[in-house]
């Protein structure tokens, strides 16, 4: 086979992959995820998942991804529950989707380990309102646009 048919094979496969979609397709109307982001994070070893469709948050996350964006803290109003697509599970909290930023600097009270909302979470979500991790670090992106 010459180059110019392997190639030729090579795309057709990948097309016809793409066509076929399926359940784990990322851009599937049907998936809960389709149209935004998740954005892995750690703070000190723990890993937690935010979930956006909000453009800014999106680019900042993006930015930071690509080593070009100076705002490094995941910012947002808690709400109850693993979230959209059960994307933040095992954790029974989210972050807000719509009200998501990504901040240079926070207030320390809405700082901790994500174990340590799970263990408060009625405190963290009824009280403090918001999570702010100082010390998260962006691991991943997975892209349902």
Not at 9 to 34: M, R
């Amino acid at each position: 086979m010459n180059k110019a048919t392997h190639l030729t094979a090579i795309v057709f496969a990948v097309l016809s992959v793409a066509a076929c979609g399926g359940d784990d397709d990322p851009t599937d109307p049907d998936n809960p995820l389709a149209g935004g982001i998740v954005a892995t994070f750690t703070v000190e070893g723990e890993a937690f998942r935010v979930w956006t469709d909000n453009v800014i948050a999106i680019s900042d996350i993006l930015a930071l991804q690509a080593g070009i964006g100076d705002a490094t803290i995941p910012n947002s109003t808690l709400r109850r529950g693993p979230g959209i697509g059960d994307h933040n599970a095992p954790y029974g909290w989210h972050m807000d989707p719509t009200d998501l930023e990504m901040a240079e600097l926070t207030i320390e009270v809405c700082s901790a380990l994500p174990s340590f909302v799970e263990a408060n979470v009625d405190e963290w979500v009824d009280v403090v309102g918001q999570y702010c991790p100082w010390s998260a670090v962006l691991e991943g992106v997975e892209d349902f646009r």
